[in-house]
């Protein structure tokens, strides 16, 4: 059962992650595999924020945790990296 939340977590993540790709929400510097480096971040966050919701809410509520841990994050991700000079 655990597996099988793990694994939904790393799909809702890279999900997550390629919603805000194509929001345009990805940091300029990464213009070289952006899309999957987003995706990345998210299914990581995702199934971080899962093992999390676990451990502080329990199994029945880890799901959402996860969702809304890696929403968060990668919406704000991008404002941790400095603009490129132009």
């Known amino acids: ?5 793990a694994l939904l ?4 993540g890279a999900i997550v992650g390629l919603i805000a790709n194509a929001a345009n929400l990805r940091p300029a510097l990464w213009q070289t595999f952006g899309r999957m480096r ?3 971040l998210g299914a990581l966050v995702a199934f971080c924020g899962g093992w999390l919701g676990v451990l ?3 199994r029945p509520f ?3 945790a ?3 841990i ?3 994050s990668v919406v704000y991700t991008p404002h941790l990296f400095p603009k ?3």
């Open 9 to 12: 977590w790393l799909g809702i």
């Open 84 to 86: 490129p000079n132009s």
């Open 62 to 64: 880890a799901t959402m």
């Open 70 to 72: 890696a929403v968060v």
């Open 56 to 58: 502080l809410l329990g």
């Open 1 to 5: 059962m655990i597996v099988f939340l």
């Open 66 to 68: 996860a969702l809304w």
């Open 38 to 40: 987003m995706a990345v």
